[in-house]
Nanobody
Framework: QVQLVESGGGLVQPGGLLRLSCGTP????????VGWYRQAPGKQRELVAR??????????DYADSAKGRFTISGDNSKNTVYLQMNSLIPEDTAVYFC???????????????WGQGTQVTVSS
């Protein structure tokens, strides 16, 4: 079963920044949307940002919690989806996952198994 590989997490102070990376097989990157999700302790996994497939022009949109601070982007030369996270706050602390799938009205219907994710901790 295909899994995407997340990287780039770490410990950062409030107000800091991180860039997460999600490596995808080319056929996934070109055909499906990709989303960044996060799951904080004791909470459900939530979609933070999504980007449409390369064929659809990599159109991005965001959850309200990410708007103005996070940017999702796709690198066609590397088949990689990034999540640039700026102005981080403690509430952003979570394990971040990426997955690919079909766009739905409100999110993304993932088609792949979940990977290990990458831990983001925002703390002073």
């Amino acid at each position: 079963q295909v899994q995407l590989v997340e990287s780039g997490g770490g410990l950062v102070q409030p107000g800091g920044l991180l860039r997460l990376s999600c490596g995808t097989p080319e056929r996934i990157f070109s055909t499906y949307g990709v989303g960044w999700y996060r799951q904080a302790p004791g909470k459900q996994r939530e979609l933070v940002a999504r980007i449409s497939s390369r064929k659809s022009g990599h159109i991005a949109d965001y959850a309200d919690s990410a708007k103005g601070r996070f940017t999702i982007s796709g690198d066609n030369s590397k088949n990689t989806v990034y999540l640039q996270m700026n102005s981080l706050i403690p509430e952003d602390t979570a394990v971040y996952f990426c997955n690919a799938g079909y766009y739905t009205e409100e999110g993304l219907d993932p088609i792949l198994s979940w990977g290990q994710g990458t831990q983001v901790t925002v703390s002073s």
